[in-house]
């Protein structure tokens, strides 16, 4: 998944940003484009974008990103908080697009029960993948992650399962697997990172 591009209120965004993503510069890699907007017509008019220049057929919805500056605008987890808003931007999306949407999330914004009751949303939309941060926003990336909630939204979400959050050796990716054999997906950033 590519870091993401931000599209503010007027469906604007850094072209350098967009021309990140040809294909003829990931040649080797299978791109999953990230967005991060809390717009209808812009998040539409990126991923009609995304599919007439470069031919994408999914894209990934950042609903997870902490960062004051994203989710004190009510974007990333700052939107976790909207389901009316959230559904009303699926429904756009969806009738507009054929573009598959997977969706990056944590476990709430302020509370670490916001996912629950989005979940009821997510449901009603053929999602490619929901993944999951264990965190809430208002944690950002410290203290424990919280598998026990993990679980219970493992549960009560349709779309197939991701998880993202604190795997840093691969012992912690093999407990994980057998603790969650549902999941679908595991995503590795930060212990990448620090060991590649």
């Known amino acids: 998944i590519s870091p993401f591009i931000k599209v503010n209120q007027h469906g604007q965004y850094k072209e350098t940003k967009f021309q990140e993503l040809n294909p003829n510069l990931n040649k080797n890699l299978k791109v999953t484009p990230q967005i991060m907007t809390n717009k209808a017509s812009g998040f539409v008019a990126f991923v009609e974008r995304l599919?007439?220049?470069?031919?994408?057929?999914?894209?990934?919805w950042n609903l997870g990103c902490p960062s004051?500056?994203?989710?004190g605008r009510g974007m990333g987890c700052g939107l976790m908080v909207e389901p009316d808003l959230v559904r009303s931007i699926l429904d756009e999306v969806h009738?507009?697009?054929?573009?598959?949407v997977s969706i990056k999330t944590r476990v709430g914004f302020e509370k670490d029960d916001d996912l629950e009751r989005l979940a009821k949303v997510f449901n009603d939309y053929p999602l490619e993948l929901v993944i999951v941060h264990p965190r809430t926003g208002k944690q950002g990336y410290g203290g424990a992650v919280n598998l026990d909630k993990f679980n219970r939204i493992s549960r009560v979400l349709k779309a197939d399962l991701g998880y993202s959050g604190d795997i840093s050796k691969k012992n912690d990716l093999e407990k994980l697997k057998k603790k969650f054999p549902i999941v679908k997906a595991f995503f590795l950033g930060r212990g990448v990172l620090r060991d590649p």
């Open 51 to 60: 599919e007439k220049e470069f031919g994408y057929k999914k894209v990934n």
């Open 68 to 71: 004051p500056t994203s989710s």
């Open 95 to 100: 009738s507009k697009s054929s573009i598959r």
